[in-house]
């Protein structure tokens, strides 16, 4: 959308007219009914091809649901790097939901850190990919562990890997499969699950012989989490098996997702994504 136009949607809202009965006109052939949720999909730094990584899971999300994606990319490929939107207040102003797919693991920063998690425990939805739980990993105190919903600091070498699905009756989990072989992948040591953490999914380390929370949500003050320390690498990344299921977690974290694992009236793929 262009400054323009959303300038001129915030003014109709002001006016008191309706900017849904607006918008069907102004954004021409998109036929979806609803407004898009906007996501903040913020990006970078070590470890990850998040320069592919930041087309496929925007694209594979939007194939899915209407969600329409502004992407913050920043920190090259930096453990340390500080990603300047933090550091304006109320930077998550604007959006639906934030997705976090970002690696700087150096930040030790816990003013820093407040003002990453703070929006959430303000009722923003949050997802969280992979290397987002081991950002601020050097971290001492437990804040952002917290917020994430598990503690992790380390994974095993690569490995082949069996997803087993622990809650199938739940909205998120109900078309993953019972069991979800990858090839050679990262799996996170999960030292903790916190407290209204649900795990939605488990799989088994070979190095520690134990097995590990992959999938789960939780609420952080107001604010739905959803995460997974799954995948490092696109072609896994890139499966419809996981597409479906980073996509039915962000819709829950915004509340789309209705009991079936369906996307709410209007958040199913825009006219404009599927074409
Ligand atoms: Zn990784």
Not at 24 to 34: E, V
Not at 181 to 202: C, D, F, H, M, R
Request: hydrophobic letters at 35%; proline letters at 6%; charged letters at 25%.
């Amino acid at each position: 959308m262009t400054h323009k136009l959303r300038k001129l949607l915030l003014t109709a809202c002001a006016l008191g007219l309706s900017a849904l009965a607006l918008a069907p006109a102004l954004r021409g052939a998109d036929k979806a009914a609803d407004k898009p949720l906007r996501a903040l999909y913020i990006t970078g730094g070590c470890c990850h091809d998040y320069n592919n990584q930041k087309v496929i899971i925007p694209k594979g999300v939007s194939a899915r649901a209407n969600v329409e994606w502004t992407i913050v990319q920043e920190g090259g490929t930096s453990t340390n790097h500080r990603i300047s939107i933090y550091e304006k207040d109320d930077w998550a102003d604007g959006y639906d939901l934030v997705v976090h797919n970002e690696c700087f693991s150096a930040v030790n920063d816990p003013a820093f850190v407040e003002r990453v998690i703070a929006p959430t425990r303000k009722g923003k939805p949050t997802v969280l990919i992979h290397c987002a739980m081991h950002t601020f990993s050097s971290m001492k105190t437990d804040e952002y562990r917290e917020f994430i919903g598990v503690t992790t600091r380390r994974h095993g070498p690569q490995q082949p890997l069996e997803v087993k699905n622990l809650e199938p009756k739940n909205p998120i989990m109900k078309t993953f499969p019972e069991v979800w072989k990858t090839g050679n992948e990262e799996l996170y040591a999960i030292e903790k699950v916190w407290p209204g953490t649900t795990s939605l999914a488990q799989a088994y380390a070979l190095d520690n012989k134990r097995d590990h929370t992959v999938i789960w949500s939780h609420t952080y003050g107001k604010g739905r989490v959803f995460g997974t320390t799954l995948t490092h690498n696109n072609a896994h990344m890139q499966d419809p098996v996981y597409l479906d299921m980073l996509t039915r977690g962000l819709l829950w974290a915004c509340d789309k997702l209705d009991d079936e694992g369906n996307p709410k009236p209007g958040y199913g793929p825009s006219a404009a994504a599927a074409e």
